[in-house]
């Protein structure tokens, strides 16, 4: 694990320690049987000195023996109902020792610490400060225990340990070993849910001493990448559309959320007087409760002479209104689309651009020095996400070809980075176009070589979208956000089926032209359970000479060619 070698005995010493093996099992198969006729013998746990002793004695040399640990559990409780709390915790500082001694033979006993754990729980006044000690020693031995890190959080919690102290902690730890990855890991868990902006430029700092005092070691740089993404935004409204032919309302957020996010949308008559009787009733657009993109349906004009005006209130507490004309085409609000897809998130808006120009100056610097370091070129791609900048996108395509070069294990990886940088680039400028029309724009992604569709719910305003021409041969359920969609056009991809037709609630027409669609019945079903659909061309697929026996066509669907 992290690049350690296991280290092999040799011969002599490995046959030495199978016979000690041997040995102890025979003496704890001797202790077992004694035990298990005691456990036979009674009706419930019941607590036996000499039991208790045998007990102790086969968990000292097997730690790992996890039915003991439970069974000791049920027999101390016993004692703690027969004898009292005061005997109870006499036996639970025993317990405290055993578990010391059985971790310095075993210190990746998930019992042992399970156990410990659990004594301290039960303690009325444990000592959380000796618990450090404890687990400062385990680390000592193998910095990369697991099971000491999560002890020593439980530890910190219910001893309500300073964050700042385990943070100095870190440093020690940190600073004596640079790759020591669980140590980075456990700072980046200290930090909390926000940073003010001096601490979040010292723990940058940190992460930059590391990286160019050893470029080629992962760990700083996976803690570097962990701090752009720090202090996450509460989830924004990025827009609002309403399609009048089929009177759905959709709203999007950046990120997926409950419906408990909608509580707060009303409607509206011009007066400001609510309209009571309109229930808006959302509906995820994922198979879950969580999503990015939410609709609801809003009645036919016909039954409301006024404009109806749509109010939601955002997470900074400040009203969104849409007007939903009776007498005006389907239409968006172009003002709620922010102007990028992705922001980096920093605890401060203020500063976020001179940041990530900060970041990437410094990798450059780096590169200079390190010309083939995956590690930065990928910083440098991760960068590309959060900010448009031009300057960036001529050296894309070549630090991606020098990472697969280097990097070859990772290609698909790779190729999947690139699919979703140029496809992010495509939505950046539809979204900076649908920002200064008034119509609801179309939307072309052909030929980019997309390997995968990502932040579909920045295009859930789209209703005609062309991705012909790419490597797709999946869907993914996140298509469902596209749910004012109207045509779509898959032509030239490696598309094998269409169960994600159903999804497309308005979807009328799809072209899948020279793709890879093979079944006639599993094609049917999706056109019977597709709620919209009237027209799909399944020109040149396998299915065309397929003979394969199937049910009938839904009537309603134009199938092209005729089949």
């Not at 340990?161 to 640079?178: M, Q, R, V």
């Not at 009645?299 to 007007?323: H, Q, W």
Request: include cysteine; charge should be negative; glycine fraction near 2%.
């Amino acid at each position: 694990m992290h690049g350690q070698v296991k280290v092999k005995l040799p011969l002599l010493i490995a046959k030495e320690a199978e016979k000690k093996k041997l040995e102890l099992i025979n003496e704890i198969s001797i202790k077992l049987s004694k035990i298990f006729a005691f456990c036979r013998s009674q009706s419930f746990p019941q607590f036996d000195q000499d039991i208790h002793g045998a007990i102790s004695d086969i968990l000292l040399k097997e730690a790992s023996f996890l039915t003991l640990w439970n069974f000791r559990r049920e027999m101390l409780l016993s004692l703690k109902l027969k004898d009292g709390v005061e005997q109870f915790e006499k036996f639970l500082k025993k317990d405290l020792i055993l578990t010391y001694d059985a971790l310095k033979n075993d210190p990746k006993s998930y019992g042992a610490w399970h156990h410990r754990q659990w004594v301290l729980k039960n303690f009325s006044a444990p000592n959380f400060s000796a618990e450090i000690t404890v687990c400062d020693s385990a680390l000592k031995l193998d910095e990369r225990n697991f099971h000491c890190w999560d002890f020593r959080r439980f530890v910190v919690e219910r001893g309500n340990i300073s964050p700042l102290e385990e943070t100095k902690f870190s440093d020690d730890l940190i600073e004596t070993n640079f790759s020591n990855f669980s140590a980075w890991h456990y700072r980046g868990s200290l930090l909390g849910k926000s940073l003010n902006k001096d601490q979040y430029l010292q723990e940058l700092d940190l992460a930059h001493n590391a990286i160019f005092t050893d470029p080629n070691d992962q760990s700083p740089w996976v803690y570097l990448w962990c701090l752009y993404s720090k202090n996450k935004p509460d989830p924004r409204i990025i827009h609002i559309s309403f399609d009048d032919s089929d009177r759905i309302l959709a709203i999007s957020f950046d990120q997926v959320v409950d419906r408990s996010f909608l509580v707060s949308s009303h409607c509206f008559n011009k007066d400001g007087s609510a309209i009571k009787s309109i229930e808006l009733n959302w509906i995820s657009c994922m198979p879950s409760d969580w999503s990015s993109t939410w609709y609801t349906f809003v009645p036919s004009s016909e039954e409301y002479s006024t404009d109806i005006i749509f109010k939601v209130t955002s997470n900074d507490s400040s009203v969104i209104e849409f007007n939903i004309s009776s007498n005006e085409s389907p239409h968006q609000i172009p003002f709620l689309i922010t102007e990028s897809l992705l922001n980096i998130e920093l605890p401060s808006k203020s500063f976020t651009k001179d940041l990530v120009e900060n970041e990437i100056q410094l990798i450059n610097e780096l590169l200079e020095l390190e010309p083939n370091n995956k590690w930065a070129l990928l910083t440098i791609l991760k960068l590309a996400h959060f900010e448009d900048n031009s300057k960036l996108k001529p050296y894309v395509s070549e630090y991606l070809e020098l990472l697969m070069k280097h990097d070859p294990q990772r290609c698909q990886y790779y190729q999947e980075l690139k699919s979703e940088l140029s496809f992010v680039a495509e939505i950046n400028k539809f979204l900076a176009y649908a920002n200064s029309t008034d119509s609801r724009p179309k939307i072309s992604f052909s030929g980019l070589n997309l390997t995968n569709l990502l932040h579909l719910n920045w295009l859930s305003i789209v209703t005609e979208l062309d991705f012909s021409k790419n490597a797709l041969n999946i869907l993914p359920d996140s298509i469902s956000c596209l749910c004012l969609l109207k045509r779509l056009n898959l032509d030239d991809n490696l598309i094998d089926n269409v169960t994600w037709l159903p999804r497309l609630r308005c979807l009328e027409e799809l072209s899948i032209k020279r793709n890879r669609i093979n079944s006639k019945q599993a094609l049917a079903d999706a056109l019977y359970t597709s709620k919209s659909i009237k027209l799909v061309d399944v020109t040149e697929n396998p299915v065309c000479s397929s003979n394969e026996v199937h049910g009938k066509w839904p009537k309603s669907v134009k199938i092209i060619p005729q089949l």
